[in-house]
């Protein structure tokens, strides 16, 4: 990962240096009385800062990466379709905060339109992140879609495990300690991405009203013209749902998500890279479940990807909106 846009804001990287105290008592806390973090100076901190803005920094530190993560690129709650500010006293930097409640009138609006895919008849509950691209197509990822289907006479069927057919439901909430629930069936899997395809998507149809007879919610508009070179370090925003990850650090995970996962969340970040092949990288803190998630763009409110993978410590990558436009326009029928 390119570190250097972690701290590319001189107001973000001061308020990392003079709050480190505070930030690495927290770091303390989250680790329990037997902390790791002890010895973390804001000297370490300060040469980090330093070796990241310049491109030299080298990940091995993991503990000090995590509290630079968490403060520069945080996770935030969703509850009731609204960001949830992190509770009194824990460390989180308020740079980024504003730069996100100067966006929430673009961004919440997108909010109740991802949902988590949810099975029936299969030994997973949840297979990933959705959202809603017309009326009725929900878009995510080929490795989401091909834990319940696979390709059939003249397009694609739900799987069969135990004799049983699978099924999937896209539910619009999840929220972080928030009963309510919206669950609207999937009639049909339109199109999953050929596995020799570099663009990992899928489209699934949902029915027009849920299990409780309500109608979806609104589309998420898609950002058509595609990013360009101009647009690295554009602020964005990706909506998902992150689930506990093995092969991520369990102690990162614990520093940056509180021990808290399946659930809707927003992580904002920037875009790192535009290939201009339909891929975008960006630096949002993600893990898996966050698979289908959308990314939105902080200043138009509109997707400007789908989000498909990682890398710890390189990148993550999503599949341009042109590309995706370009789909939907097809099956929207």
Not at 109 to 130: A, F, Q
Not at 146 to 169: E, T, W
Not at 187 to 196: A, G, H, L, Q
Not at 294 to 310: C, E, M, Q, T, Y
Request: net charge negative; aromatic share 8%; with cysteine.
């Amino acid at each position: 990962m390119d570190y250097r846009q972690l701290f590319s804001e001189d107001a973000t990287k001061q308020e990392f240096l003079d709050r480190f105290d505070e930030i690495a008592a927290n770091a303390a806390e989250w680790d329990g009385p037997e902390s790791t973090t002890r010895g973390l100076t804001v000297d370490r901190a300060a040469e980090a800062v330093a070796r990241m803005n310049e491109g030299r920094w080298a990940p091995g530190d993991s503990r000090l990466e995590a509290i630079i993560r968490r403060f520069t690129r945080p996770v935030y709650l969703i509850q009731r379709s609204t960001i949830v500010v992190p509770a009194e006293g824990m460390a989180s930097s308020d740079e980024v905060a504003a730069n996100l409640d100067g966006a929430r009138s673009r961004i919440e609006p997108v909010i109740p339109s991802v949902g988590r895919i949810d099975l029936r008849n299969h030994h997973l509950d949840w297979v990933g992140t959705g959202w809603l691209v017309t009326s009725r197509l929900v878009v995510t990822n080929r490795h989401v879609a091909d834990q319940f289907a696979r390709p059939g006479a003249g397009g694609f069927a739900f799987r069969k495990l135990a004799g049983r057919q699978v099924r999937a439901v896209v539910d619009w909430y999840h929220e972080y300690e928030q009963p309510d629930e919206s669950r609207f069936p999937v009639e049909e899997v339109v199109w999953i991405e050929p596995d020799e395809s570099p663009f990992d998507l899928a489209l699934l149809r949902i029915r027009e009203t849920s299990e409780d007879s309500e109608s979806p919610p609104l589309p998420i508009e898609l950002h058509e013209p595609g990013l360009t070179g101009l647009d690295v370090g554009r602020w964005i925003a990706v909506i998902g749902y992150p689930a506990q990850d093995s092969r991520a650090h369990a102690l990162d995970q614990q520093r940056i998500f509180d021990g808290v996962y399946n659930c809707k969340r927003l992580a904002a970040g920037r875009v790192t890279a535009v290939e201009g092949r339909g891929i975008l990288s960006h630096d949002a803190t993600t893990l898996g479940g966050n698979s289908g998630s959308v990314v939105v763009d902080l200043d138009g409110g509109r997707a400007v990807g789908l989000h498909f993978g990682g890398l710890a410590g390189s990148h993550n990558a999503a599949v341009d909106a042109s590309l995706l436009a370009r789909l939907v326009h097809t099956y929207d029928s």
